[in-house]
Nanobody, 121 residues
Framework: QVQLVESGGGLVQPGGSLRLSCAAS????????MGWYRQAPGLQRELVAT???????NYADSVKGRFTISRDNAKNTVYLQMNSLKPEDAAVYYC???????????????WGQGTQVTVSS
């Protein structure tokens, strides 16, 4: 059974910081990348940041310079440090893992349940 558990969301004032964590449980033959996506009410889910096993990162333009994604491969955990938060960053943040459960299985995406981030004064 694969489970991704996010934590670290909450209420923060504009300009503040939060650190999200996502821990993946379950065995994987290989993990290609982990990442964060977000979805605000009435909008589509969008990419925030991703990081490969090798450490290559990709960020949405809207968060570059403010957010930092990192990863602990040994723990199958990904983090998102969010600084200088803006009201438009408010959303439910979802963790995603792109990997293969077994050597004979294809790549699949696994999603967490999401954690709410609210940015408001």
């Amino acid at each position: 059974q694969v489970q991704l558990v996010e934590s670290g969301g909450g209420l923060v004032q504009p300009g503040g910081s939060l650190r999200l964590s996502c821990a993946a449980s379950g065995r994987f033959f290989s993990i290609n990348a982990m990442g964060w996506y977000r979805q605000a009410p009435g909008l589509q889910r969008e990419l925030v940041a991703t990081i490969t096993t090798g450490g290559n990162t990709n960020y949405a333009d809207s968060v570059k310079g403010r957010f930092t994604i990192s990863r602990d491969n040994a723990k199958n955990t990904v983090y998102l440090q969010m600084n200088s938060l803006k009201p438009e960053d408010a959303a439910v943040y979802y963790c995603k893992l792109d990997g293969r459960r077994y050597y004979y299985s294809g790549r699949a995406d696994y999603w967490g349940q999401g954690t709410q981030v609210t940015v408001s004064s």
